[in-house]
């Protein structure tokens, strides 16, 4: 006998249940229908419990043929692959609607005088919000955002860093139109893509945008500064990449150790997995949703970085398994362009890479709404002031006297200057010493924290001063 987890382990794509055939209330699944039909499929089991528990239907073909009808009446366009097939599970008689996703998305539901397209997020069902619905309909199109025509005139705009990046790259000198064209930058003489004014050196799209912010402590504010430094970028893709990776880099250390013919680095965050994750925002993020942009959150522990749509499937990235998840592209001409720049592989393996640079305990992690992609990396160096693998006693004291002599350096420095000018702040005295501002943030917390100085007056208009 079959039962209905033998069905479920065959099952490759989502499912949901239903008790029985509402017939007077059909929104209640229809929904799920028009949210498969949107995505990528799924099966619909009715005669199951909301526990998936099979308690069967009193008349399995009456309820096939009420589900065929009321899929052919109320969803739009009609959907092409729906197969209803009456099971056996657990001795009761169940039926499967498979559905398969849909190539004139968006699929509607349409009835109480209503007509509204759905999505899956996770395992539910939900009204498609408007970022969701313009992509459904570009789908729908066969389209994507990027190779959409603009307003913009390609006489109007500049490609200096684009055109110089490429033959850096790639040795060859870019043959103006033809490789627009060919680059699908260019409709036509004067049309630009959205992908082509995106890397434009004076790029007109608003919502390019980068935010970077150096926390202070564990979450966003702090006791006494809320953030240590900050900066907003906006610009072409290719500059946006640029300056996000050298605010980290600023608002990063890489602490080393001594070993018998050298020494070992050992920085916050691996570059490659920094390099890998913006990229990923900067060419998978939903440039349809108004005023949005990228943000590159800095915190003592970590580093987020959060860019506008969730996963173009409606998926959560959370509850997939890595080595399963197929790539699908957002905006397929950027990735490509992106490629051709080497500033990315083409195979679509950059969470992997992200994931292959940090070691197993100390893994990145993924998080995905409908509205947001989140990558989380750990910073290595976080609590640490020497490694816990060294068996050398003779490097290990190396390493805490080096740390002992850097606290004191930086020390000296920060303290001088503040005896010259009491007044200057934490990004000044990063500019002024050296340091990176969290090193500055850092030393001045435990300065203060020894009572060796102290802050008198307010953190904008204050001053500091040195008691010992």
Not at 92 to 113: A, F, H, M
Not at 128 to 152: C, M, Q, S
Not at 155 to 180: C, H
Not at 374 to 387: D, E, I, M, P, R
């Amino acid at each position: 006998m079959t039962t209905l987890n033998q069905l479920l382990i065959a099952e490759a794509t989502e499912y949901e249940f239903k008790s029985a055939v509402e017939a007077n209330k059909p929104r209640s699944w229809l929904k799920t229908i028009s949210a498969f039909a949107n995505g990528v499929g799924g099966s619909l089991y009715f005669g199951v419990s909301d526990e998936g528990v099979a308690i069967g239907l009193d008349n399995v073909h009456k309820a096939a043929k009420q589900v065929s009808e009321l899929i052919k009446a109320r969803i739009e366009p009609a959907i092409k692959k729906v197969v209803l097939e009456p099971q056996n599970a657990d001795g009761k008689d169940i039926l499967r609607v498979r559905v398969s996703g849909g190539e004139n998305t968006p699929y509607y539901y349409t009835g109480d005088g209503t007509k509204i397209a759905y999505y899956r997020i996770g395992n539910e069902s939900a009204q498609a919000p408007a970022a969701v619905l313009n992509e459904l309909l570009l789908k729908g199109l066969h389209e994507t955002f990027d190779a959409l025509e603009t307003k913009y005139r390609f006489s109007d705009y500049s490609y200096t860093l684009f055109e110089a990046t490429y033959k850096q790259k790639t040795g060859f000198t870019i043959d103006k139109p033809r490789d627009y064209r060919s680059f699908g930058m260019l409709m036509g003489d004067e049309a630009l893509t959205y992908v082509g004014a995106l890397f434009a050196d004076q790029c007109p799209i608003y919502q390019s945008k980068i935010f970077c912010t150096r926390w202070n402590g564990l979450k966003k504010g702090g006791l006494y500064v809320d953030a240590l430094d900050n900066d907003e970028f906006q610009s072409n893709v290719i500059s946006l990449l640029t300056d996000a990776l050298k605010f980290v880099r600023h608002n990063s250390s890489v602490k080393w150790k001594k070993t018998g013919n050298g020494r070992i680095e050992m920085p916050d965050y691996p570059s490659e997995a920094v390099h890998e994750a913006i990229v990923n925002a900067l060419v998978h993020r939903d440039y349809m949703i108004k005023g949005s942009e990228i943000h590159v959150d800095m915190y003592d522990d970590r580093l987020e970085i959060v860019s506008p749509g969730g996963m173009p499937d409606g998926k959560r990235i959370q509850d997939l398994n890595f080595d399963d998840i197929s790539s699908i592209r957002r905006n397929p001409m950027i990735c490509d362009l992106f490629s051709r720049l080497k500033l990315m592989e083409r195979r679509g393996s950059g969470l992997r890479k992200i994931i292959d640079q940090y070691p197993k305990d100390a893994a990145p992690s993924f998080r995905s709404t409908e509205q947001s992609f989140v990558v989380t990396l750990k910073n290595l160096n976080y609590g640490k002031t020497s490694t816990s693998d060294d068996t050398d006693d003779d490097i290990e004291n190396d390493i805490e006297n080096d740390i002992d002599i850097d606290i004191e350096r930086n020390t000296a420095k920060i303290l001088n200057i503040i005896l010259d000018t009491p007044k200057i702040t934490q990004n000044q005295l990063a500019n002024k010493t050296g340091l990176s501002v969290s090193t500055v943030a850092r030393e001045l917390k435990r300065l203060r924290e020894s009572n060796v100085i102290r802050r008198v007056g307010s953190d904008r208009s204050g001053y500091w001063e040195i008691v010992k």
